[in-house]
């Protein structure tokens, strides 16, 4: 099942733990520009799919390819780095948030551009002094926002999002989902995203629904 126009094919993964089955047959595939979410019950594997995407899982059968190619066959650090993945929970590191967004420039070794971090910020709707804020002084809502900013450093070739604004108020929420949507229209980024939220449903290309056993069903959604 490859399509030449995808980005990315899921092609009949599944994913067993012991007797116990998350996921079943899952296929679809993303093209460059399409804004997909992933939808369904609690412990439907939404979660556990995501990972396998972002190569932190291996899937117990099918395969998955990126630009054509089997991504078991390729560098997880090169596949990483054009396949960004956004968690509910961000892990922050280092003292600042200045600390997290400069990391994606220093393992390509380029320098940090200051004017164009604090202009990031200002886009997620938080102030220029956040740069310097300890990250044990930030919102669970700040966090999620320093995460994603963090993996926009650098325009992966697909965005990967789990729950990424289940902590943000209704103008942020907004204004997160608007950027990600500009972001996959105007830099023809695929977009996966994982929510429950019903406002984030209404504007996708379409909607994948895992079911029981995690297998899916799509459904186009023009709005």
């Not at 733990?17 to 996921?23: D, K």
């Not at 164009?116 to 966090?143: C, N, W």
Request: with cysteine; net charge negative.
């Amino acid at each position: 099942m490859k399509d030449n126009n995808a980005v990315l094919t899921i092609a009949d993964i599944g994913y067993r733990v012991g007797e116990t089955t998350i996921l079943e047959n899952v296929n679809f595939t993303v093209s460059p520009g399409e804004f997909r979410l992933i939808t369904g019950p609690s412990g439907c594997g939404k979660s556990t799919l995501l990972k396998i995407i972002a190569s932190l899982l291996s899937p117990t059968s099918g395969a998955l390819f990126f630009e054509g190619k089997d991504v078991a066959t390729l560098s997880p650090e090169a596949y990483r780095q054009q396949v960004s993945y956004s968690v509910q929970t961000p892990t922050l590191f280092g003292d600042t948030v200045y600390d997290n967004l400069i990391f994606p420039w220093q393992i390509r070794n380029k320098t940090p551009e200051p004017e164009r971090l604090s202009a990031d910020l200002a886009r997620f709707g938080l102030p220029q002094e956040t740069l310097t804020k300890s990250i044990s002084e930030l919102s669970g809502g700040e966090k999620q926002r320093i995460s994603l900013i963090r993996n926009l450093q650098f325009l992966p070739r697909v965005l990967l999002l789990d729950e990424i604004t289940s902590a943000l108020d209704e103008i942020n929420k907004r204004n997160v989902n608007d950027i990600i949507h500009r972001y996959a229209k105007e830099q023809n980024i695929a977009v996966l995203w994982v929510t429950h939220d019903s406002n984030e449903i209404e504007h996708a290309d379409d909607v994948i629904t895992l079911r029981a056993h995690g297998r899916s069903q799509q459904e186009a959604h023009h709005g």
